[in-house]
Structure formats: structure tokens, C-alpha cells
């Protein structure tokens, strides 16, 4: 069964600083991965995908992230954050064939301090 | 705006009593699928449905569940004899292009009491 680690429950940045979130990820095949941000009290909008190809892919709002199969991670990364990104973050993986139905980790909440 | 709208928004509820949500895409997407979103965790899918047929339910969706999408254009989730434990914030997505990546509609808050 697939499944998603999400270590850090709660991550707090400072405004123009980098940033890291961790994903692991439990998939026989090549999975299918995703981010997802969802602001309080709204759905979670994409930030980005991952299928195959290049291993470092890109998204919306100036995040990216990067597969490593040897390491089954898929961590979220940004150089400098904005006091909008502040928002729970879900990374999800789905299964590469038949249902696409993604399995999401419980989140990491990002705290952005001005 | 991810084309997705869920009605009601908030809905505050006796335990016993019945609830409709409703998720209306605004094009008829292929797949919809709903999840169950409780605090501090991630969605948990609940069921999906590729136009009008339901293709595969959770385990979560005991049979005080039922969901519907006829004519596979809006879906109906359905929860009779509500439970405290039921008390959640219930999400509808749909896939765009690609079948693979979804789009959220903004949910809808179930409180029971």
C-alpha cells in the first residue's frame, strides 16, 4: 500500500529565508507525486507534479521540488518565502496506473514570522 | 477558482440527523472523487466516480454513506444518521486534463452536535 511520511508537523520561517519541506514516500512502482497548499478554511489548490521525466520540477508561486528514488523523497523547496505562503502543505502520492487515487501525508503547517 | 464549487459551505447539524452536500463542477469533468478532511490531517478519499458511475469506495464510506452523480455532471454525498464523529470538512475534486492531478473545490465544514 502506498503512503506518505510527513515529518515536520509544523515548520516557522522567517520572511525572505529559504525553505524545506520533507516528504517520504512508500510505492512499489514510480509513483505519481504532488504538492498541495490549502490556505485556512479553503480546498488545496496544486502547486505541482511529478510523473516522470526530470527529476526537478517546477510550480506556481516560486516553489519547486525535487524526486530522489534512492532516498523515496520528494521535498518541496523554496529560496525565499512570502508571509502569503503561510498555509498547510500536503504532499500526496498516487498510484501511476488504473484509479489515480492519491494518498496525502497529514501536512506540514508553515508559520511565517515578518 | 479551480471550476469546483461545494454547497452548503458550513453546516452545523444534530447527531441523528440526515445531510446532503452537493459539488457541482463548472465543466463535466470525468472523474470526481470525494475525500473527508478531519483536523490536522490530510484528505482521506472516500469515493470517485468516472462520469456516472461510482467505481470505487473507501472503507471510511460505511453504509450511512451513500453518493451519487447522475447524468455525470454534479455529485451529491448523502450521510444519514449522523455521528459526532462525522464531523469533518468533506472535499470534492475533480481531475482536469490529465486524469491523474485533481482540483479541489473549497468544501464544505460539517459540525455535529
Known amino acids: ?114 | 477558482d479551480t471550476g469546483v464549487s461545494q454547497n452548503p459551505r458550513h453546516k452545523i447539524t444534530k447527531r441523528g440527523q440526515n445531510v446532503t452536500f452537493r459539488c457541482d463542477p463548472i465543466s463535466e469533468h470525468n472523474r470526481l472523487y470525494w475525500y473527508r478532511q478531519t483536523l490536522g490531517q490530510g484528505p482521506e478519499f472516500l469515493t470517485y466516480f468516472q462520469n456516472e458511475a461510482q467505481l470505487e469506495k473507501s472503507r471510511l464510506l460505511s453504509d450511512r454513506f451513500s453518493a451519487e452523480r447522475p447524468k455525470g455532471s454534479f455529485s451529491t454525498l448523502e450521510i444519514q444518521r449522523t455521528e459526532q464523529g462525522d464531523s469533518a470538512m468533506y472535499l470534492c475534486a475533480t481531475t482536469g486534463q490529465g486524469i491523474s492531478e485533481q482540483y479541489f473545490g473549497p468544501g464544505t465544514r460539517l459540525t455535529v452536535t
Do not use: M
Not at chain 1, 16 to 29: F, M, Q, T
Open chain 1, 1 to 114: 500500500a502506498q503512503s506518505v511520511t510527513q515529518p515536520d508537523i509544523h515548520i516557522t520561517v522567517s520572511e525572505g529565508a529559504s525553505l524545506e519541506l520533507r516528504c517520504n514516500y512508500s510505492y512499489g512502482a514510480t509513483p505519481y507525486l504532488f504538492w498541495y497548499v490549502q490556505s485556512p478554511g479553503q480546498g488545496l489548490q496544486l502547486l505541482l507534479k511529478y510523473f516522470s521525466g526530470d527529476t526537478l520540477v517546477q510550480g506556481i508561486k516560486g516553489f519547486e521540488a525535487e524526486f530522489k528514488r534512492s532516498q523515496s523523497s520528494f521535498n518541496l523547496r523554496k529560496p525565499s518565502v512570502h508571509w502569503s505562503d503561510a498555509a498547510e502543505y500536503f504532499c500526496a502520492v498516487a498510484s501511476s496506473g488504473g484509479s489515480y487515487i492519491p494518498t496525502f501525508g497529514r501536512g506540514t503547517s508553515l508559520i511565517v514570522h515578518p
